[in-house]
């Protein structure tokens, strides 16, 4: 369980029951149709999971199911989903790095050293409940989460502010931000295709 500022915010991991919850969270966005599965499989393992397009219908179903499957895995959860007042209102997808082809196969997101790195590739607030350290309650938790199984450190990619990076490249490449679960120490760096541009 985590808090945010409010202090009801309830983190708990993704199960397949709590599935239509992503769905509820990231209605009117881009992740609606993606059902967390973008980062995890590229197009030619969409293609042949029967996993391609995020329109109604039977792909529809397909994705749901197929987030559901990984739902199910009792080793690592997908996912946390972040309820208040029994309110579905944030997702963070989460795994190890090997989880996520597109993450794995990228040049945008290499490894930055041999650390074998879980990822976080997507978190969403609900419209309504953003500005609240929803986002921030959910990063700890999958920090929390990732480190007790194991995860020598855990990164994210958000997108670079104007300020946040010392590179002058104008890439719409991540940010590379990866924290080291119970180390109480966080390092980031900004990251082009090339080169690292901060590290702290």
Known sequence: MARAR????????????????VKT????????????????????????????????????????????KLARR????????????GEPIGFI??????DFSRIEHSRATPPVDDVPAWVIPCITVRRGHRGQGVAIAMIRAAVAYAGKRGAPAVEAYPRPMASACTTT??????????????????????????RVGRRA
């Not at 993704?14 to 919850?21: G, I, N, P, Y």
């Not at 009792?74 to 007042?85: D, E, H, T």
């Open 25 to 68: 969270v990231t209605r009117g966005t881009w992740g609606a149709s993606c059902w967390d599965l973008f980062p995890r499989y590229s197009p030619a393992q969409q293609r042949e999971l029967g996993i391609t397009g995020g329109g109604p219908g039977t792909n529809e179903e397909r994705r749901r199911a197929a987030l559901a």
């Open 93 to 98: 997808s989460l795994g190890p790095r090997y």
């Open 74 to 85: 009792r080793k690592n959860s997908a996912g946390l989903v972040a309820y208040q007042g």
């Open 169 to 194: 490249s104008r890439t719409s490449a991540p940010t590379r931000c990866s924290a080291r679960p119970g180390s109480g120490r966080s390092e980031v760096c900004c990251r082009t295709y090339r």
């Open 6 to 21: 409010d202090g009801n915010l309830t983190i708990r991991p993704l199960t397949a029951a709590r599935v239509d919850d």
